[in-house]
Nanobody, 126 residues
Framework: VQLQASGGGLVQPGDSLRLDCVAS????????MGWFRQAPGLEREFVAG????????FYARSVKDRFTISRDNAKNAVYLQMNNLKPEDTAVYFC????????????????????WGQGTEVTVSS
C-alpha cells in the first residue's frame, strides 16, 4: 500500500491544523493506521493510532485532548486533527499502516507498521 500525507504547514501557537493521509494499492479497511512524528535531532515517536473499525484509538500523552485521529474507510483516508498546537509539536509527521489489527501495546511501536508515507512538515512558531 502507498501512503500520501498532506496538510502540514507553518502555524502559530494555539492554531489548528488537519493532516490527511490517503492510501492506495491495498485494502485500506484491513489496516491499523497510525501517525508518528520526528522532530529535528530526536527519534520518531508515536502520536496517535486507530484500529480498523475506528472503535480503538490511542494517543501519546503529550497530544491527548488536543489531537483527534479518525478514518474514512470509504475514502481510504486517515486524518489527524490537531488543535491548540504548541511549539513542541513542530516535527515531520508520518502516517503509517500495519496489516491487521494490532494489540494495544503494539500501536506505539513503529516497528509494528509495515508501510510509511513520505511525511508532512508541521512548524508551530510565533
Amino acid at each position: 500500500v502507498q501512503l500520501q500525507a498532506s496538510g502540514g504547514g507553518l502555524v502559530q501557537p494555539g492554531d489548528s491544523l488537519r493532516l490527511d493521509c490517503v492510501a492506495s494499492g491495498g485494502l485500506f479497511s484491513t489496516y491499523t493506521m497510525g501517525w508518528f512524528r520526528q522532530a529535528p535531532g530526536l527519534e520518531r515517536e508515536f502520536v496517535a493510532g486507530i484500529g480498523r473499525t475506528r472503535t480503538r484509538k490511542f494517543y501519546a500523552r503529550s497530544v491527548k485532548d488536543r489531537f483527534t485521529i479518525s478514518r474514512d474507510n470509504a475514502k481510504n483516508a486517515v486524518y489527524l486533527q490537531m488543535n491548540n498546537l504548541k511549539p513542541e509539536d513542530t516535527a515531520v509527521y508520518f502516517c503509517a499502516a500495519a496489516q491487521g489489527e494490532l494489540i494495544a501495546s503494539a500501536y506505539y511501536n513503529d516497528k509494528q507498521y509495515n508501510y510509511w508515507g513520505q511525511g508532512t512538515e508541521v512548524t508551530v512558531s510565533s
